[in-house]
C-alpha cells in the first residue's frame, strides 16, 4: 500500500568524474545525501552515470578497433558488479537517510566472462540492499559496440512504501510493449535514465506519463568537452572540432497528465524536487488506465518472457538416455 502523505522525489543532473569510478562513487554518494537531508524518498541518476556514457562510440568510426579496444579496456576496468564494493558504499548511504536510490551503471557480466558489459539501472532499496537491476534490452545504434543486450528477467516493477516503481533506460521508453508490460504491473513511478535530450525526447517524457499516468522522472548527465580528461587522447583526434556542450541534460519531471513539473535543466549540475501526492498515482486514471478500463484483453494480447538468459548451464547427474527438456528457470508472464 502506497503511502496516504506526500512524498518527494528528486532528480540528479550531473556529471561523473569521467571514467573514475571511485571518484564517481564518492561523488555519487556525496548527492545522496544532499537529497536525503532535503527529505527525498527516491532519487534517479543519469543513464551510465558509474562511471560515465561511452561518448567516444558516437565519434570513432566503427573500423577504427584499436582505440575502441583501448577505451573499452578503460570503461571495463572502471565498471562495477552487482553486488559488490561500490554497491554496499552507495547502500550505506542509502540506509541512512532511509532513500530509495536508481543509479545507472556500466556494470560487468560479472555471472560469465566477467569481460561484456550491460548498461544497467541499478535499485537500491531504503534498507541500503541490492533491491534489484534491469539490464538496457536494446542498445542503441553505436551503444551496440560497447554493450551486451539484456533480457527479460529483470523487467520488473517493486512494491515501495511510496508506490510501485519501475523503469526503462533511454530508448527502451520508445518500446510500446515494454511500456505497457510495466503499465500491467502496476506502475505507478516511471524512471527514464538516459543520454538523450532535446525534442523529441522531452515530448516522449510527457507521452509516456500521460499514457501511463505515471509520475516519469528523466535525469540526464550535463556532460561538457572539457569534463573529458586530457590523458584521453579520443578528446583531441576525434572531438578536435567539438566545442562546448557535448549534452544539456535537460532532465525533467512530468506529471501523470503530461505537465513538466521540474525542468528540463540546461547546461548545469542540479538537482531538480518535486512533490506527489498519493492521490495523483490514482485519480487521474479515471479517464484512461491503458492496463485496466481502457486495454482490451479480449482483443490484444502482450505475453512477457521473463527467462534468464545464462551464458552456461552445467547439468549434472542425468540419466543416460534420459531427455532433458525445458529450462526450469523460465517463465511467461500474460499481461
Known amino acids: 500500500m502506497a503511502k496516504a502523505s506526500p512524498f518527494t522525489v528528486a532528480v540528479v543532473q550531473a556529471r561523473p568524474e569521467f571514467l573514475d569510478l571511485d571518484a564517481t562513487v564518492d561523488k555519487a554518494c556525496e548527492l545522496i545525501r544532499e537529497v536525503g ?18 561518448v567516444w562510440v558516437w565519434f570513432i568510426p566503427p573500423v577504427h578497433t584499436h582505440p575502441l579496444r583501448e577505451f573499452y579496456s578503460e570503461l571495463h576496468g572502471n565498471s562495477v558488479s552487482i553486488p559488490g564494493e561500490e554497491t554496499d558504499r552507495m547502500g550505506k548511504v542509502a540506509a541512512e537517510y532511509g532513500i530509495t536510490v536508481a543509479m545507472g551503471v556500466n556494470e560487468r557480466n560479472s555471472e560469465a566472462s566477467g569481460s561484456s558489459l550491460y548498461n544497467t539501472l541499478l535499485y537500491i532499496g531504503p534498507d541500503g540492499s541490492v533491491l534489484g537491476r534491469h ?94 580528461p586530457d590523458r584521453f587522447s579520443f578528446k583531441e583526434e576525434y572531438l578536435g572540432s567539438v566545442d562546448g556542450w557535448l549534452n544539456p541534460g535537460h532532465s525533467v519531471i512530468v506529471n501523470p497528465d503530461g505537465k513538466v513539473i521540474a525542468g528540463p535543466a540546461d547546461q548545469e549540475e542540479t538537482i531538480l524536487y518535486s512533490e506527489v501526492r498519493p492521490n495523483e498515482l490514482v485519480g487521474p486514471r479515471w479517464q484512461l488506465d491503458v492496463a485496466g478500463h481502457y486495454g482490451r484483453p479480449d482483443v490484444f494480447e502482450l505475453t512477457v518472457h521473463r527467462r534468464h538468459t545464462p551464458f552456461l548451464k552445467m547439468e549434472e547427474g542425468c540419466p543416460e538416455n534420459e531427455e532433458v527438456t525445458g529450462d526450469p528457470g523460465e517463465t511467461a508472464t500474460e499481461v
Request: hydrophobic residues 40%; negative net charge; glycine residues 8%.
Open 135 to 228: 539490464r538496457k534490452m536494446i542498445p542503441t545504434a553505436a551503444e551496440r559496440l560497447v554493450y551486451a543486450q539484456g533480457d527479460g528477467a529483470d523487467l520488473e516493477v517493486y512494491p515501495m512504501r511510496f508506490g510501485k516503481l519501475g523503469g526503462l533506460i533511454c530508448w527502451e521508453n520508445y518500446m510500446p510493449l515494454a511500456r505497457y508490460a510495466l503499465s500491467a504491473w502496476g506502475e505507478q513511478i516511471h524512471l527514464a535514465p538516459t543520454w538523450d535530450r532535446g525534442e523529441p525526447w522531452l515530448s516522449t517524457m510527457r507521452h509516456a506519463a500521460k499514457e501511463s499516468r505515471t509520475f516519469v522522472l528523466g535525469a540526464c548527465q550535463a556532460f561538457h568537452k572539457d569534463d573529458i
Open 37 to 54: 537531508e532535503k527529505g527525498a524518498e527516491l532519487v534517479l541518476f543519469p543513464e551510465a552515470f558509474l562511471p560515465g556514457y561511452p
